[in-house]
């Protein structure tokens, strides 16, 4: 029989619904039903993705002997973390704090008061390497909860209270753009200058910080900071990590050459390398990271988007049990697609061989470049470029015809406004309306399906059901995607709704006392602790992003309090910035523009006259990264009453564009006229 997981919504909790483990989802049911049998609590948190998650039930979860165990002794819950990352948030706290280190499985022992005592991520079933049992773990913590529970009780409390601390921990200071020069400094000395990226294996992206470096160049002219960030984009483009007949990225490359990823694919990362790809295009004008964007965006919309506009969370990296399988192939079946001279000559540049880069498989990789290829071969690059391009089209369609791995279709309102910032961001510097049309329509989806009737949000949306409240970064990362979907097509009702949502920040997440913002809204069910996510993970810190959409607002506005909250928000993470810059990228991002120069630019006109709108592409084509970007017209004021600080006074004549440059709403001369404006843009653009 299925156990309690069979009517959830979540694909990752649907997939232990035939564990012999008589699993629970968080909720009344099974908390109340360890406090009325005085019972501990097996919390068990991963997500759909996860390979060493699968492993684990595989090896333990669906043995009949530990489920047993963990039945007769525990009340057994499972959660995945993409819905409650409130939940994950708090007890990989406790993890880290006990063990020094974490991850997914998560595996912690909870009191009946969901107070954690015992902490671990991936146990094997039996002792092996040097690793503890998960048969000896569920004896030892039983034990000690039967016979020396007064011990267990007193350390539970004491590391809750350690919890609640560390949650909630601001370090208040001056701002400075010291911290700025700090991360830099500390990026740098981690930069692998042969691979990119920072540190050694594992490898991640690190998305924010590579949009710092680019900050950064174009203000002080560093030219190391523009060529950290380029060695890190083309490496990874060349590497495993992307994948080169599909388009989109893997999480995290096993080394520290981008060759061999942990082959998930997740939304997030893909949104957030869209975006950097989109900026380091638009600052160096390099056509492959237009390339690799379009590409990224192309596996979304192909592979990673509902009927209804929803982008889905993640592709796992297992198919027919093995990790990787759909993704590498053997030299055989390269030939067999393409043919000998064909195959041949893809597997030359696409570094297969008969030994394979992995595990008698191959890896697709670009080892060098298609100009040295070329070269080395004899052949016309352009040439050699489009039968390139055949080859990987009749790949693609051969590897079409495998078994996928699996998907997990879950719509999460945060994820969901980072893709949403990225495609806007595309729409407008690659010139592409679909983007912002996809954008437009996920953004609609949303507010039609995730949106409660008293107008707050909902987390996450399956098979036509939307639930759990929405968390800080559900609201910041939906606003600050719509801000920039309102600069792409100029489309008020987007700047209105932005503004509704971080209304609803402050009203519900806002600390009055230390300032900055709670994960959880003052609403929420009651946990233990209650955090501020003020350090990026792999996605935006909460906080930072809401800092960054309320400073972008209060730009757009003029309303002091989005700019006072801004800035409140930055000043409670001073502390954290200072100490550990490295970990604070998105909040940084919003120091930047909250320290300028930032520009508020008025481009006065009917966008429908063909001299206006090509000042607008020109505008949206250049990298300026710290500004604010709005149209004025005749209909402005009377569609969004919210620009009407920012655009008073500010009128084009006959037709005729005009840019108006301000800098905290005190405005240069207007530049009038579609090649004054392209001048202007240039000087702006230029670092």
């Not at 509902?306 to 093995?322: L, T």
Request: hydrophobic share 45%; glycine share 8%.
């Amino acid at each position: 029989m299925p156990n309690k997981l069979a009517n959830e919504s979540s694909p990752y909790l649907l997939q232990h619904q035939d564990n012999p483990v008589d699993w629970h989802p968080w909720g009344p049911e099974a908390l109340d039903r360890a406090r009325n049998e005085q019972r501990p609590i097996f919390l068990s948190i991963g997500y759909s993705a996860c390979h060493w998650c699968h492993v684990m039930e595989h090896e333990s979860f669906e043995d009949k002997q530990i489920a047993a165990m963990i039945n007769d002794r525990f009340v057994a819950i499972k959660v995945d973390r993409e819905e409650r990352p409130d939940l994950d948030q708090i007890y990989m706290n406790a993890t880290q704090m006990m063990t020094g280190r974490g991850g997914w499985p998560m595996s912690v022992f909870l009191t009946p008061e969901l107070k954690p005592f015992y902490c671990g991520t991936y146990f094997p079933p039996s002792a092996r390497g040097g690793m503890p049992g998960f048969d000896d773990v569920l004896r030892a913590v039983y034990d000690a909860w039967l016979m020396r529970r007064g011990e267990v009780e007193q350390m539970a409390n004491q590391l809750t209270d350690e919890l609640s601390r560390a949650g909630q921990a601001t370090a208040p200071g001056d701002l400075s753009r010291d911290f700025i020069d700090a991360a830099i400094g500390q990026l740098t000395s981690t930069f692998d200058s042969r691979w990119g990226g920072f540190g050694g294996a594992p490898k991640f992206p690190h998305p924010m910080d590579l949009q710092l470096l680019l900050r950064f160049w174009h203000r002080t002219g560093h030219a190391s900071s523009l060529e950290m960030v380029c060695t890190t984009l083309d490496r990874m483009a060349a590497g495993g990590i992307y994948d080169q007949l599909g388009g989109g990225f893997a999480r995290y490359s096993v080394d520290a050459r981008w060759l061999v990823p942990h082959f998930e694919k997740m939304l997030y990362d893909n949104a957030l390398l869209t975006g950097v790809y989109v900026e380091a295009y638009q600052a160096t004008g390099n056509a492959d990271y237009a390339r690799v964007a379009h590409e990224t965006i192309g596996y979304v919309l192909r592979d990673m988007t509902g009927p209804e506009g929803g982008f889905f969370s993640a592709e796992d990296a297992d198919s027919e049990g093995h990790e990787g399988k759909f993704y590498v192939w053997t030299a055989d079946e390269i030939d067999e697609v393409l043919g000998d001279d064909a195959g041949s000559t893809f597997g030359r540049i696409y570094d297969v061989t008969d030994a394979g880069n992995l595990e008698e498989a191959n890896i697709l990789n670009l080892p060098k470049t298609l100009a040295q290829s070329a070269a080395i071969m004899r052949r016309d690059e352009a040439e050699l470029a489009e039968e390139l391009a055949a080859s990987r089209a009749k790949l693609f369609a051969a590897r079409e015809q495998r078994v996928h791995p699996g998907k997990d279709d879950k719509v999460i309102v945060a994820w969901n406004g980072l893709m949403i910032d990225a495609l806007a961001s595309a729409a407008a510097a690659l010139d592409e309306p679909r983007y912002a049309a996809a954008a437009a329509k996920a953004a609609d989806f949303i507010h039609a399906k995730l949106q409660r009737p008293d107008g707050r949000l909902l987390h996450t949306y399956r098979n036509g059901v939307a639930k759990l409240d929405a968390y800080l970064d559900d609201y910041a990362c939906l606003a600050n995607g719509l801000l920039s979907l309102y600069e792409a097509t100029f489309d008020a009702t987007r700047l209105a709704e932005a503004a509704r949502l971080l209304d609803i920040v402050l009203a519900h997440f806002a600390d009055p006392q230390a300032g900055g913002f709670f994960y959880t809204a003052d609403d929420h069910e009651q946990l233990i602790a209650r955090n501020k996510d003020a350090t990026d993970a792999s996605v935006p810190s909460a906080s930072g992003i809401a800092a960054f959409a309320l400073a972008r607002l209060g730009k757009l506005t003029g309303e002091s309090k989005y700019i006072a909250a801004a800035e409140g928000t930055l000043v409670a993470a001073a502390g954290l910035m200072q100490q550990a810059p490295a970990a604070m990228g998105q909040m940084l991002l919003a120091l930047d523009f909250h320290l300028g120069p930032t520009f508020e630019m008025v481009l006065a006109g009917d966008t429908g006259f063909e001299l206006v709108a090509k000042s607008v592409k020109e505008l949206r084509r250049q990298f300026i990264p710290n500004k604010v970007l709005a149209s004025a017209n005749a209909k402005t004021v009377d569609q969004s009453p919210l620009l009407a600080a920012l655009i008073a006074g500010k009128a084009s004549a006959a037709g005729e564009p005009t840019l108006y440059v301000c800098e905290g709403f005190t405005c240069q001369e207007p530049t009038k006229g579609a090649a004054a404006i392209a001048a202007e843009i240039e000087r702006l653009a230029a670092r």
